[in-house]
């Protein structure tokens, strides 16, 4: 589904998309970020010593998992693989697969973290693991996104496949996962998954992620959020500013936990002209005046809002 480049202040893959986060970054500065991603609809889809994440990047209450804070600044990089890795930002969200142990390592470097995206609700045909999938897994195609389709998260060959990827993740040293897609329930997914099928989908993960020394964040799904919140360590949102879901995602500030958040500025140009896209201050004022934004995004600097990234 998406893919994002960007830094931001305190989400899928293929050139989809871009967001607005809950860090600190100015959006009025030219986007830094690339990303793929579907259009969703409301509630739904639219993907060795280290210096520790900057002051505002805390561990959990399990010392071994890594609990970033609500201001940290952040990047997210989701089509082809990183190469600047000294990116001035506390986290970096970049693609799985896409991204060797030694990236991750040279961005490690810089004392910033790693967070590894990958689709934990659909099958992509382009993954090295596709082939890991049987017929039995699949339900509907997604739409305008070929390839690519809704995948049963009740199966226990799907959840093997999931666990070898968070086995990839923690071999190649990523400080935590974003598992996307995980709200199959508000789509036409042919398999008829339901909330229940998703929060014991993210029950797993965050036990599995957790085991293997890695924290975990929720990708949209604010139907769940109160079923997950305990078991997650951020959110990463889309669009709670045009659909006015800001108050739903506040549920994660409240408790000291970051939302990163993207709002898309429904333009489709290309990454290259993306790099020279101003936001405008219309498009920030409209953001920072839904309802519950004040709670998630930092509009009252001098400046303007600084939680968030355009794409």
């Not at 994002?4 to 009025?28: D, E, H």
């Not at 339901?194 to 993960?205: H, P, R």
């Not at 036990?207 to 975990?216: F, K, N, Y």
């Not at 219309?282 to 839904?290: L, M, T």
């Amino acid at each position: 589904m998406p893919y994002y480049t960007a830094i931001k202040s305190a989400g899928r893959l293929f050139a989809r998309q871009n967001f607005v986060l809950f860090t600190t970054c100015f959006i009025w500065l030219p986007i830094l970020v690339n990303c793929h991603i579907h259009q969703r609809a409301p509630g739904g889809v639219h993907r060795h010593a280290l210096k520790r994440g900057g002051s505002n990047s805390n561990q959990s209450d399990d010392l071994s998992i890594w609990q970033p804070r609500p201001g940290v600044k952040w990047q997210i990089q989701l089509e082809e693989a990183v190469e600047n890795t000294s990116i001035n930002a506390d986290v970096y969200d970049i693609d799985l697969f896409d991204n060797s142990a030694k990236t991750i390592s040279a961005i490690h470097e810089h004392g910033t973290r790693v967070i590894c995206y990958f689709s934990a609700g659909t099958y992509e045909e382009w993954r090295s693991d596709a082939d890991q999938f049987s017929s039995s897994d699949f339900g509907s195609n997604l739409d305008d996104w070929p390839g690519e389709r809704w995948i049963d998260i009740n199966s226990s060959n799907v959840r093997r496949i999931l666990s070898a990827r968070l086995d990839m993740a923690q071999k190649k040293g990523c400080d935590g996962v974003d598992p996307d897609n995980i709200d199959g329930y508000s789509n036409e997914n042919g398999l008829g998954l339901t909330t229940d099928d998703s929060i014991d989908l993210l029950k797993y993960l965050a036990l599995e992620a957790h085991s293997r020394g890695m924290s975990i964040g929720l990708k949209n799904g604010g139907d769940i959020i109160g079923d997950v919140i305990d078991k997650m360590q951020w959110s990463v949102n889309e669009q709670c500013a045009q659909y006015n879901e800001c108050d739903t995602y506040a549920a994660f500030t409240d408790v000291n936990k970051p939302v990163f958040h993207i709002e898309y500025s429904g333009e489709d140009v290309s990454y290259k002209r993306k790099l020279k896209v101003r936001v405008t201050e219309a498009k920030k004022s409209d953001a920072c005046h839904a309802e519950g934004a004040e709670k998630i995004l930092n509009c009252h600097q001098k400046h303007g809002p600084q939680r968030f990234i355009f794409f």
